[in-house]
């Protein structure tokens, strides 16, 4: 009894998005479902009839005609979805791409790695172990700076930072 003072309630629009969605096989969905398809639904016919307007003044008519809703409608489906190129474009990309064979593989067993420069698991320092009787080697060198380094020299510099030595004391081990 309450579905039916709801539905009797509802607007004609309402009522017409519900019975697509129940046409379309869709029974359980949220009640903001239908509002939200009503505002998509008078957003775009906002947009077509606004279109059709400026197409119909810029043919110098009084009212707007079927033909101006037609354009209007058929300029909305251009810009808003794209076609897929013929069958026939695709199987002659496709032919055009696969001329070029692919590079041979010198790989064995497991997933083929790039090589360990190109790679974030490869070391990028190095420990300096002291001597027993010397004290541990300064490696901060005072930099000279560059006021403004070009690119390359930059490289360079962040180059030689990577291969810097560093060296720490290890603490002795204690035995007991």
Not at 148 to 158: C, V, Y
Request: aromatic share 6%.
């Amino acid at each position: 009894m309450a579905d039916k003072d709801e539905e009797s309630a509802m607007p004609r629009d309402a009522k017409i998005v519900k019975s697509l969605l129940k046409s379309m096989g869709v029974g359980d969905y949220e009640p903001p479902v239908i509002h939200t398809i009503l505002e998509l639904w008078y957003r775009y016919i906002v947009d077509v009839l606004t279109d059709a307007q400026v197409y119909s003044e810029h043919a110098g008519k009084s009212e707007i005609d079927c033909d101006d809703v037609k354009l209007a409608i058929q300029s909305k489906l251009n810009f808003s979805f794209s076609q897929p190129p013929p069958r026939e474009v695709l199987l002659e990309l496709a032919q055009n791409r696969n001329k070029i064979p692919l590079p041979k593989t010198v790989a064995g067993p497991g997933i083929p790695l790039p090589p360990d420069q190109d790679t974030l698991i490869s070391p990028n320092y190095m420990f300096g172990i002291p001597s027993q009787g010397s004290e541990p080697e300064e490696t901060e060198d005072e930099e000279t700076t560059i006021p403004n380094p070009s690119q390359e020299e930059k490289i360079d510099m962040q180059q030689q930072e990577l291969h810097q030595r560093v060296s720490f004391p290890l603490p002795k081990s204690q035995k007991d």
